[in-house]
């Protein structure tokens, strides 16, 4: 390489490729688990835990969309397999009838009952154990600000849209 190619050095290189093997590990625990105890994929997973976080357990499709960093048109297909289930239903929006709120269902929050013990028990054994309070308090920080950052200049599924003026 010259001089002009850009280069990380051996630390930025061993902290990204283990964050890389980290999140492939776990992802790949944490999905099997959502499988075993719910028949979720990791994207109804999140799309059912940020439905269930709202206050009135709903949510416009594009804050979905933006929240889970989704293809909107991705997403709509995994509401569409949830709402086939009766987990979630999906409304025209009362502010936007051009767009849609997803609403969980008790059925939705049943769902999520059965696979957060599973899902908090993967966390806690593989990924928070040999981590201290201080640990983790230093890695929600840096991992907050890297977020920041890159949410700055997000792909266009994590963009926000505008919206039209009325």
Avoid: C, K, W
Avoid at 140 to 153: C, F, K, P, Q, S
């Amino acid at each position: 390489m010259d001089a002009a190619t850009p280069q990380l050095s051996s630390v930025q290189l061993d902290a990204y490729l283990s964050l890389i093997e980290v999140t492939s590990l776990l992802r790949h625990t944490v999905e099997q688990q959502l499988r075993d105890a719910g028949d979720l994929s990791y994207v109804q997973f999140q799309l059912l835990a940020r439905l269930g976080e709202s206050p009135q357990g709903s949510l416009r499709m594009t804050e979905l969309a933006d929240g889970v960093v989704y293809s909107r048109s991705g997403l709509t297909y995994q509401a569409q397999l949830l709402e086939q289930r009766g987990l979630v239903s999906r409304a025209a929006s009362v502010d936007d009838e051009r767009g849609v709120t997803v609403t969980v269902t008790t059925a939705g929050r049943d769902v999520l009952a059965r696979v957060f013990p599973g899902h908090i028990e993967a966390l806690n054994q593989l990924f928070f154990a040999t981590l201290s309070s201080a640990d983790v308090d230093a890695l929600a920080d840096v991992l907050g600000r890297v977020r920041e950052h890159i949410r700055l200049t997000p792909p266009r599924s994590a963009t926000p849209r505008r919206r039209r003026p009325a």
